[in-house]
């Protein structure tokens, strides 16, 4: 099953030396993202599935297992959808349009 | 009768009416360095009160180590503050608000006040508060973000003679023509003294660390972004606030360098601050 990632509307965000920080607007949480995370996040999209994102933005530029790297984006990104910065779902994500 | 008081900070007066005797002399003493004359119109207009009831007994407040929580929330048109020993609210629309201590002579209250009104208030114009000590030396100004604990007071009791307190505590920083510019506070930490009612263009950006010996690393702009957002005073719940005092942030860091100080509590820590 494709899963679709769409960056939260309720953040700040800027990329730093390429590197994102985040923060929430609801509570002020502050998030970092080391490099591979940040490329997820800037192509949180609503529409590119997460497998095709990891294909093209981690497994094209860092040397990883692309199991190990869906993996470990999944994971990723159901923690920040945690914490209210991140949305996930099976379908594309309409509002992020 | 009524008496006006106006304490000016970072260049944003307050007005301050109260008809409690104990109040307005207790105020203008604290807070003479920042007393300005009363203009004809200030943009923030508070009617203090004093009135203990409705509030709970203070010896029963922060019993077990609880701390005080402080409340500040947007209700559509005002701002509205609350904690164990005041309440109160404030319209931007028409610069006016009232707030209720539960005691005159608690200067700690109209302080706490001060510093949630002056939080929302330095946002706007591209400033903001933080937790950090500062100071000027030979006309430039530096800020020195820690949280409790990190040295702030202990480096600012050992300031030189060459240099002015600007704040052990809280400092206000606002963009300025061509950067940022640091200015005094009375808002006060372990030292219990208001700083200097001065400013300078802010130079440098010092976060404090204590260690076995004075040295200085620079940090990246995302460290340095970081480590300053978690020493911004956020008392306010709003979405545009918080994402303007980010935007202020990361570009502040952006034009001030940002290091780590690494320091013994000893004066030779400042030989190594220019």
Known sequence: MSIYIARSPAVAARSLDGEMIIMSTKDSKLFTLNEVATEIWQA?????????????????????EPETAYADAEDMCRRLAEHGILTISSQPIESAR | MTSDTVIEIAGIPILLRSHDSVFEPAVRKYYADFITPV?????VELTVEVDASGFPDPETVGAGGAVPVVDVAWTGDRWRLERFDFRGEWSPGTGRGQVCLAQPQALQSIDSVLRILHSILAVPPGGCLVHAASAVRNGSAFLFPGVSGAGKSTLSGLIPSDATLLTDEISYVRQAEGGYRAFGTPFAGNLGAPGKNVSAPLKAVYLLNKGPRNKIDPLSRKEAATALLRNVLFFAKDPELIRTVFETVCRLVASVPVYRLTFLPTPEVWEIIA
């Open chain 2, 39 to 43: 203009a004809s119109v200030a943009p």
């Open chain 1, 44 to 64: 949180a999209d609503g529409r590119t599935p997460l497998a095709q994102i990891v294909q093209e933005k981690v497994c094209a530029k860092f040397e990883t």
